[in-house]
Nanobody, 123 residues
Framework: VQLQASGGGLVQAGGSLRLSCAAS????????MGWFRQAPEKEREFVAA????????YYADSVKGRFTISRNNAENTAYLQMASLKPEDTAVYYC?????????????????WGQGTLVTVSS
């Protein structure tokens, strides 16, 4: 599976952006698509995830109520709609596929990664 993340950019605080993650290769209903982010000199952190088959969604507390993860199975694409952006949301955002493991909140358990897209939120 190859992943291509896009949609990052520069936005003012309070603004919105939508990230996309296009997958080539089969994503099975048992897989989970996750979004992570990594700010300079910080560890990569979980943002949101969605179960590809049933669509259950999971969010980090820091983005709950502001970000929405979704997917289009027919187009093999996942999205992260981000609203009410804050300067602390500034980071490189990555999408990734979790096939199996114990903890889909951990980046270590993901098997495939996109290249990342930079989101910069100005104050």
């Amino acid at each position: 599976v190859q992943l291509q993340a896009s949609g990052g950019g520069l936005v003012q605080a309070g603004g919105s952006l939508r990230l996309s993650c296009a997958a080539s290769g089969r994503i099975f209903s048992s897989h989970i698509m996750g979004w992570f982010r990594q700010a300079p000199e910080k560890e990569r952190e979980f943002v949101a995830a969605i179960r590809w088959g049933v669509g259950n969604r999971y969010y980090a507390d820091s983005v709950k109520g502001r970000f929405t993860i979704s997917r289009n199975n027919a187009e093999n694409t996942a999205y992260l709609q981000m609203a009410s952006l804050k300067p602390e949301d500034t980071a490189v955002y990555y999408c990734a596929v979790f096939r199996r493991g114990s903890n889909f909140y951990s980046p270590q358990d993901y098997d495939y990664w996109g290249q990342g897209t930079l989101v910069t939120v100005s104050s």
